[in-house]
């Protein structure tokens, strides 16, 4: 399935000027390819800051030397500013999943409350309907006795009933139906004891996931703080040589995404070639023709639709901790879209990792989910020719982008 990847630059949002995670440098697909060196980010940075005349010559005035410091400095700190926020922003995705699972915990403990809660209502209610009945038969042998307190009065009138049994053995002077009236009585108030210590058990536990969401809450919003205010505090210098590190990178990614796809299609062609001429060798041997491969349509429109739903989301805003319609995390993502091809996969990375069949890199398929980091903290939704789409961090969009721009974990086929 061939698709249209249209590439563009769009300014954050949420925070200001703020640029998407990046690998470091040095770890990036630029350094490690070596397409791009630090001499490229120099040279790139002088021209940004002073045009031709800032490159260095046996007559550099003092002006030009104090330029080219300052173009050195930025570059620094454009540099250090670029690991400390990318580390952030990955283990605010971290956070964030782990909140994510905090909160599925607590909405299942809500509802295990709440049904406690129900169950001992109606336990109460059977109580009460029980007390009724021996209301009826107290105040019957009150009118037959002109007077006094009856034995089924004073029962319930009593702390402890199995005392009163055991103390006036008050059973052996009551009729079928009033003991009966009386077991029914003592059962319920049992089970309405039992009803009333669950729900407080699971109200108790509720407190306790509640109390635990609200600190992956916090976690994750105290890394997007901290992003922020370094961030804020750069100058316009250290900004220019960020989104200058930012382009480089982004074009070695979509570089070595092209060299992917050229790769693959030689791949699939020299398969086709030698698929063609095994058949011929097959024909002029006499043999049977091979039977043709299986057919994988039913799971490849799986895969098509969870692609349009995703294509379909593209430029919608990244927000922590959202499953749509409006916006998205980047697992949010991922359920959305599997699930309108009609398959519903787990709501964390964490669990998604495990979901479906395990497929290696050089297997991929569009539809197939990609995970990254070493705490399977990210993900996206493989669309083909070594591209994705993904919901990347809080200030950014859905979008398309390479699945080398961060760390490779593993990937797994849905359906």
Known sequence: MQRQVVYTRRKDTALGSHRKPRVGILESPVARRGAVGVGAVALASATLLGGS???????????????????????ERALEVQEQVDALYQQAGSATQHYNAAEEATAEQRDRADAAMEEAAAASDQVNEARRTLGTYAAAQYRAGGGGLPDTASLLLAEDFRSFFDTRHALDRLGDAQQQAVTDFTDRQAAA???????????NELQDREAELE?????????????????????????????ELERLEREEAERRAEQARLEREEQERA??????QAEREAQEEGQPEAPPPADEGGSTSQADAAIAFAEAQLGKPYVWGATGPNSFDCSGLTQAAWREAGVE???????????????????????????????????????????????????????????????????????
Do not use: C
Request: aromatic residues 6%; negative net charge; charged residues 40%.
């Open 193 to 203: 004891d039992e009803q009333r210590d669950r729900a407080t058990d699971e109200l």
């Open 215 to 243: 600190a992956e809450k916090q976690e994750v919003q105290d890394k997007l703080s901290k992003a922020r205010e370094l961030l804020d505090e750069m100058s316009a210098e250290e900004q220019a040589e960020l989104d």
């Open 53 to 75: 005349n800032a490159v260095a010559d046996d007559e550099d005035t003092p002006e030009i030397e104090e330029q080219r410091d300052r173009a050195t400095e930025a570059r």
């Open 271 to 276: 398969e086709r070639e030698a698929r063609e």
């Open 345 to 415: 996969i787990p709501r964390v990375t964490f669990d998604q990792v495990d979901f479906g069949t395990q497929v290696s890199r050089d297997a991929l398929r569009p539809g197939d989910l990609v995970f990254f980091y070493a705490d399977v903290s990210h993900v996206g939704l493989y669309i083909g020719d070594g591209m994705m789409i993904h919901a990347p961090k809080p200030g950014d969009v859905v979008k398309y982008e390479s699945i080398d721009v961060m760390p490779w974990h593993s990937a797994i086929r849905p359906a």
